[in-house]
């Protein structure tokens, strides 16, 4: 998939789309698995303790990162989902497209000829 030279552009296998989607399913499934195992984790160690201004400093700045380390890893997770979803999408496509070309250049018979 992707070969490029002077004479293709692009050059997309439906056999590659299909056998290319799932990695991309499975690695979101792997990605979900670590952030809940992450956020899990995180939140049964609870929130940094402690009356001081370092300590208070310190978890304002480490709540407010985790969060957004929590949420860029929940849109990666969409996105490889989308990107799979996408694959799949597009395989089917492509085998809609070809049997719709080769429609157009196939005679119909006639059911009495043969």
């Known amino acids: 998939m992707g070969n490029t030279g002077p004479d293709k552009v692009l050059d997309i296998k439906t056999a590659d789309l299909k056998s290319s989607a799932p990695v991309f399913q499975e690695q979101a499934k792997e990605l979900s698995k670590a952030l809940t195992t ?25 709540t407010a ?11 990666l997770v969409l996105g490889l989902t989308s990107i799979h ?13 070809d ?3 080769a429609g157009m250049f196939t005679k119909k018979r006639d059911k009495g000829h043969k």
């Open 85 to 97: 979803e996408a694959m799949v999408d597009m395989s089917d496509g492509h085998v809609d497209n």
């Open 65 to 75: 990162q985790q969060k957004l380390i929590e949420s860029a890893s929940g849109v």
């Open 38 to 62: 992450l956020v899990e984790t995180l939140d049964g160690l609870g929130e940094p303790w402690g009356e001081d201004d370092g300590v208070k400093e310190f978890a304002t700045k480490y």
């Open 99 to 101: 049997e719709l070309i």
